[in-house]
């Protein structure tokens, strides 16, 4: 398929003010559901937590004062790489008065950290947050696998809301120090698989290698998602199989000192540039870590399958004038 400068500049665009906006409502509304079970803002207020991204949060406190939950945007948005408009926002409720630890070793228990049992528990919190968000909102609410999706309307946006409570890894702690951990959110399944996501390293990460490469790596990253939407459309079953996060991963992984390499070229260019890159690097992708720096972004065999069959297809696919 033939693609142009003025195709490529237009895929690389950032969000406009106007979805920026739909970030900080998406917030709102799950503020709004908890609140009517308890929960208070009380002078907080939303507020941006990173520059240059949507990346809105907000604390909150139930009334008895024996949780504190912490709401933030995540995801696409959050990392100022959507491409898709009139998308869900995905907003992040995070249990911060409960925890999961990982020990760094199985000698390692609760007793050397002075940690106790809590009575709180993340199955307990998203069966909660589901109440709150059905008697605000009523019927359009819809419990998922993973999430509770709030459905929009004509004055309201699709929100996408992750009920998760904190996870610590202490394998690097070798002092029994409670607060040397690498922080992250557990999220656990209805089907009950569990998840570690560390989605907030990956916004600080994803803006740091903006600023490294003078912000082609986010237009890259926009351009690669878009070519997979149109793979798609295509009926291209390698862009099926490949997710928007892992491509946003892989493009992670290319050296800043490639982007700025680049920088003064056409998009067109450079991301022909940037696919044979990545192609002529596939024996690399075992090393590869997700846009949080610390999760491994093949774990197995299969994933590095998946990339390698899109990349090929993306060759293909991807001409330019």
Not at 31 to 36: I, V
Request: proline share 3%; net charge negative; hydrophobic share 35%.
């Amino acid at each position: 398929m033939m693609f142009t400068e003025e195709n490529l500049d237009r895929y690389s665009a950032p969000l406009s003010e106007g979805e920026d906006q739909r970030c900080k409502n998406a917030i709102g509304m799950i503020r709004d559901g908890l609140q009517s079970v308890g929960y208070s803002q009380g002078d907080r207020q939303i507020e941006k937590t990173v520059p240059d991204s949507p990346t809105y949060s907000l604390k909150m406190l139930s009334s008895h004062g024996d949780r504190s939950v912490y709401l933030f945007v995540q995801g696409s948005y959050a990392n100022n790489t959507n491409v898709k408009t009139e998308s869900d926002v995905d907003i992040a409720v995070v249990l911060e008065s409960a925890f999961r630890p990982k020990y760094r070793s199985s000698g390692q228990t609760m007793a050397n950290y002075g940690f106790s049992v809590s009575s709180d528990n993340v199955v307990m919190f998203k069966n909660d947050v589901e109440k709150a968000l059905k008697d605000h909102f009523g019927t359009g609410v819809e419990r998922k696998n993973k999430s509770i999706r709030v459905y929009g309307n004509s004055y309201r946006v699709d929100v996408d809301s992750v009920p998760c409570i904190r996870h610590r890894d202490y394998t690097q702690d070798f002092a029994n120090n409670e607060t040397n951990f690498v922080g992250g959110i557990l999220i656990r399944a209805d089907d009950g698989e569990e998840v570690v996501n560390y989605p907030e390293q990956h916004i600080l990460k994803g803006r740091e290698k903006n600023v490294n490469t003078g912000s082609l790596y986010k237009k890259m990253v926009r351009i690669i998602k878009k070519m997979r939407y149109l793979m798609q459309d295509s009926h291209i079953a390698a862009a099926d199989q490949a997710s928007s996060f892992g491509l946003e991963s892989l493009l992670w992984n290319v050296p800043d000192a490639w982007y700025l390499e680049y920088a003064q070229y056409q998009k067109v260019f450079a991301f022909s540039q940037l696919i044979d890159y990545l192609i002529a690097r596939q024996d690399s992708f075992s090393s590869y870590k997700e846009a949080n720096g610390i999760k491994p972004l093949c774990p197995d065999a299969s994933a590095i399958v998946v990339l390698e069959q899109f990349l090929a297809q993306l060759r293909a696919f991807f001409t330019y004038a």
